[in-house]
């Protein structure tokens, strides 16, 4: 048996998880976690990237001698380094406005049809693409999306991870190659970016100063470093017709495909196309998520309990108030339940008064988005749906599992709630010889040896 160790950060928190694998064996502990708390300077908000660097390395420290270490984060995101490979000031968050000035340059260059045919990327306003158009006057040598920048810090080593690179907005799902020709016209230099690496490709060994300040040396494996594809890898799905949903700051909702669709009623869905592990496409939507009810906790009172929350809200009645979990305001940090409150109130809906009745609007709101995504993913790929896996922190709550059961009317199989961490180290374990096959030896492997739990629609 091998041990890997898997670098998982979230929008919400970051984890350090110690897998145990041999050909009939997945064994994960958790031995770190830490916030992943946002800062605004001025008018930008943030990433923390020296904390969670620092978390990162407590959590190998204590990880201990691992045969491999792989790195995944939320995607879109970059560290921009100078001529001397340091980091030109803290990564900007996705969820910072200035986007918008970045979206308004390349959409008067190129339009979006002409993205989607290229790139089969949903719009979103902080795909890197815009992001990097708002960087003005950068004296940038290089960018690094977030886990290849945590991977330099570690190996030395600059590379860009082929999963994660697709978010950008500028890679080809096709050709697995960078849109040189779309980067030129929308005004992005793609040369920013390192050498493409595929999931599974050895990154490189650790430096020494990093040997030496977590206590022992190891080597570093690209992974699906996009925490979605690495998520999605650790679907414990058994058939081609069961749908995801990575539930965690955000929803992501769809299907597994081998080719992408492009078609303008794809466009029009606002259906992605990113690259997954083994050339696979993840065919989804993104749902604002479980952001919502995090925002609320943020606002209330951060010592309130969750469970307690959760208990009260399954009391309130059903569906008496539904809202557009994707309506643009729910988007950046805020007063959330005065926002669901306001757009309860704009849907002529009642307006939730107390806790649990805005928890429960947002879990309701929540299911009936991931029917929507789910009918439309079934609808524009010509898939039957027969089962739905929910993965990620929603996986624990079992209101919102239910409800998405009963929304769709399908079963919801709940688990693991690391799928995230145990795709990241299913892919290094292959690597590495510790375990043989494709995604469906993974994922039969997960049946067999994670906790799942089953619900029915009622
Ligand atoms: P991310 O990776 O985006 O940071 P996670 O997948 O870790 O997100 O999911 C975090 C969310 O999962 C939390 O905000 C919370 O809503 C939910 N969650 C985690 N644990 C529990 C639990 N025990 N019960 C209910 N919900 C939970
Ligand atoms: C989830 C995620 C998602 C992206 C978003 C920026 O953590 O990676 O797949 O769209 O963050």
Redesign the pocket.
């Known amino acids: 048996m091998k041990s890997f160790a898997a670098v998982?950060l979230?929008?919400?928190?970051g984890r350090v998880m110690v897998g145990k694998v041999g050909p009939r064996t997945l064994d994960l502990t958790e031995v770190h976690r830490f916030a992943?708390r946002p800062v605004r300077v001025g008018a930008t908000l943030h990433w923390d990237i020296l904390a969670l660097y620092r978390g990162i390395l407590d959590g190998l420290r204590v990880a201990g001698p691992v045969d491999g270490i792989g790195i995944d984060s939320?995607a879109v995101d970059y560290g921009l380094l100078d001529a001397r490979g340091a980091l030109i000031g803290n990564p900007v968050h996705y969820r910072d406005e200035r986007t918008a000035r970045g979206v308004a340059e390349v959409l008067a260059k190129v339009p979006h049809e002409v993205l989607y045919a290229e790139t089969g990327i949903q719009f979103q306003s902080f795909n890197t693409v815009f992001q990097l158009a708002a960087e003005r006057g950068t004296r940038a040598k290089q960018a690094l999306l977030i886990p290849d920048l945590i991977g330099y810090w570690l190996t030395g080593v600059a590379g860009t991870e082929l999963t994660n690179a697709s978010t950008t907005g500028l890679l080809d799902p096709r050709t697995g190659a960078w849109s040189r020709g779309l980067a030129d016209a929308a005004g992005v230099d793609v040369n920013l970016f390192p050498p493409l690496r595929r999931p599974g490709e050895e990154l490189g060994p650790l430096v020494p100063e990093v040997c030496a300040e977590i206590g022992f040396g190891s080597t570093v494996y690209n992974v699906g470093s996009h925490?979605t594809a690495s998520a999605v890898a650790g679907v414990p799905a058994g058939s081609g017709h069961a749908a995801y949903v990575c539930?965690?700051?955000?929803s992501l909702v769809g299907l597994e495909l081998d080719a992408p669709i492009r078609s303008e009623a794809s466009r029009r869905a606002n259906f992605t196309n990113e690259v997954g592990v083994d050339g696979t496409i993840r065919y989804l939507r993104n749902v604002t998520g479980?952001w919502l009810?995090?925002e609320c906790q943020r606002v209330w009172d951060a010592s309130l309990d969750?469970?307690t929350l959760?208990r009260e809200a399954a009391e309130v009645p059903a569906r008496r108030s539904v809202v557009d979990a994707n309506d643009p305001r729910f988007m950046p940090l805020g007063d959330m339940p005065a926002r669901i409150a306001r757009a309860c109130e704009d849907a002529g809906q009642p307006v939730p008064r107390t806790h649990a009745e805005t928890v429960r609007c947002i879990l309701d709101s929540l299911a009936e988005a991931h029917r929507r995504a789910i009918d439309d993913a079934a609808r524009l790929s010509g898939r039957r749906v027969d089962e739905i896996h929910i993965v990620?922190?929603?996986a624990?709550?079992e209101l919102l599992c239910q409800l998405t059961a009963d929304a769709c009317g399908l079963p919801v199989v709940a688990g693991p709630?690391e799928a995230?961490a145990l795709g990241n180290i299913l892919v290094q374990a292959r690597a590495a010889g510790a375990f043989e096959g494709g995604l469906a030896e993974m994922r039969a492997l997960l049946r067999a040896t994670q906790p799942l739990r089953r619900y029915a629609p009622k």
């Not at 979230?10 to 928190?13: E, R, V």
């Not at 539930?247 to 955000?250: F, S």
Request: glycine share 20%; no cysteine.
């Open positions: 998982d979230g929008a919400s928190s992943n939320w925490d539930a965690g700051t955000w479980l009810l995090q969750l469970e959760l990620g922190g929603g624990n709550n709630v995230t």
